[in-house]
């Protein structure tokens, strides 16, 4: 079946502008996360969504950075007046569940690679 | 605050040699660890899932240990192909909340013809 896919791949902007990163869950997936990866670093994560809760949103850098998720489906990633130190690739993942119960697996997607000039 | 080490940073063998990557962890209390592999340019795939209460895990020639409370995971991978040629990422998912993963920086493994 189709695996999460991430849009655009890459994405080039000005410092200053804002951009909006998008994300499709596999279907079914009720949990969602962002990661982000700066050159030779690891991988951070960003935000989690898990059905209707709160989402977790500690690892959020700056007040730049938001994220929505609908339901259980498209999530977008939005980075206000973006700075050259955004410059990453930005994952992600979604898996069936995260519950008490159950830890799945998580997939991921491609990536969008953002370069800010 | 999980932080997760991955030993060598770079690995270069002959094709046909068994090798081992290993992690290190410092929070013991973890619900599973998860062994990626990421490619130049592409997104991570997932080789392995073990859950805490677990010891090992094993698909095709990779197998994966897990020892909790000495916070440690190895990866072996047997009989080594250049298609195993990848950056190889451990990932333990920590307790509490929304249980994400904490990443080390990988090893950077090049499997020679």
């Known amino acids: 079946g189709a695996g999460v896919s991430q849009s655009p791949s890459n994405k080039v902007t000005e410092k200053g502008k804002d951009v909006e990163l998008r994300c499709d869950p596999i279907s079914g997936h009720t949990a969602l996360y962002w990661y982000r990866q700066r050159l030779g670093q690891g991988l951070e994560f960003l935000i989690y969504f898990q059905g209707n809760s709160a989402p977790d949103k500690s690892g959020l850098p700056s007040d730049r950075f938001s994220a929505e998720r609908t339901g259980e489906s498209v999530s977008t990633l939005t980075i206000q007046r973006t700075q050259q130190e955004d410059s990453a690739v930005y994952l992600c993942?979604?898996?069936?569940?995260?519950?008490?119960?159950?830890?799945?697996?998580?997939?991921f997607g491609p990536g969008t690679r953002l370069t800010v000039l | 605050k999980q932080e997760v080490t991955q030993i060598p940073a770079a690995l270069s063998v002959p094709e046909g040699e068994n090798l081992v990557l290993n992690c290190s962890f410092t929070?013991?209390?973890?619900?599973?660890l998860q062994w990626f592999r990421q490619d130049p340019g592409k997104g991570l795939t997932s080789l392995l899932l073990i859950q805490s209460s677990q010891r090992e895990q094993t698909s095709g020639r990779l197998n994966a240990s897990l020892d909790k409370s000495s916070g440690r995971s190895t990866l072996y991978i047997a009989a080594s192909q250049p298609g195993d040629s990848a950056t190889y990422l451990c990932?333990?998912?920590?307790?509490?909340?929304?249980?994400?993963?904490?990443f080390g920086k990988g090893t950077k493994l090049t499997v020679n013809p």
């Open positions: 993942a979604s898996s069936l569940s995260q519950t008490s119960e159950r830890r799945d697996t998580q997939y």
């Open positions: 929070d013991s209390a973890i619900y599973n």
């Open positions: 990932a333990p998912s920590s307790q509490g909340g929304s249980e994400k993963l904490v």
